[in-house]
């Protein structure tokens, strides 16, 4: 019997999932970790639901575990390295999420003043997400960037990350505010506290309704702005 080792079995994987298409010939691309990734075995995930918002193709490389600041190059290429995923192309619109992953495994959401630092500054001008929506700017696209989903209050794995994630959605929004061709959607405000229909059954990722919810909110901006 061939014996395949673990890691290369673990990166085919992660390459397969990294770069699954909705369509081709795309104009839009997404990219970030499981938030924007989950529900896609499904067709159901976000860009699934602006690929048929709009009818049009979206090309999908988001990653389970992805995070925006990651140093391990192969695994990094093959797309745990959010910046990594991004590959120049005919991008109009980029659909980007990330710095979850960073936050509640980097720092499990308790002590993170540096690792939000490194994410972004607290005018939106320095760090790893900066760095990445300028580098896509440079090549032409406009860039919408989601914020988290927060936890819906109850038995949730998330439920310390509530701080972290207002602090980063205010940073993001000081991003977004420097530049016309960047739009910042928070998902803060989505979930009414003990409203479980949002989450997936583990209360941390979108149930197919959360993917559907935002989706739609990424399909309105393209649309009002194309």
């Excluded at 890691?7 to 997404?30: H, K, M, N, Q, Y």
């Excluded at 938030?35 to 896609?40: I, S």
């Excluded at 760090?127 to 700017?137: F, K, S, T, W, Y």
Aim: charged share 20%; glycine share 12%; with cysteine.
């Amino acid at each position: 019997m061939i014996r395949i080792p673990f890691l290369l079995l673990s990166l085919l994987f992660l390459t397969a999932c990294g770069d699954s298409p909705v369509g081709r010939d795309a104009r839009i691309l997404a990219m970030g970790d499981s938030m924007m990734a989950w529900n896609g075995l499904s067709g159901q995930s976000i860009p699934d639901v602006v690929a048929s918002e709009l009818q049009e193709p979206v090309i999908d490389r988001s990653v389970t575990g992805a995070r925006m600041i990651y140093r391990l190059p192969i695994s990094g290429a093959a797309g745990l390295s959010i910046p990594k995923q991004y590959r120049a192309g005919p991008w109009d619109w980029v659909i980007l999420n990330g710095g979850g992953n960073d936050l509640l495994l980097g720092c499990g959401c308790a002590v993170c003043d540096r690792k939000l630092d490194k994410l972004v500054s607290d005018d939106g001008a320095q760090g790893a997400l900066p760095e990445l929506v300028a580098r896509i700017r440079a090549a032409g696209a406009k860039v919408i960037v989601l914020g988290y989903l927060r936890s819906p209050g109850r038995s949730s794995p998330i439920e310390a990350c509530r701080d972290e994630g207002d602090i980063l959605d205010a940073r993001l929004t000081q991003l977004a505010a420097r530049d016309d061709g960047v739009t910042f959607l928070p998902a803060a405000g989505l979930v009414p506290h003990g409203d479980l229909s949002f989450h997936a059954a583990d209360r941390m990722h979108p149930s197919i309704k959360g993917s559907r919810v935002i989706g739609g909110m990424v399909a309105t901006v393209i649309r009002q702005q194309n």
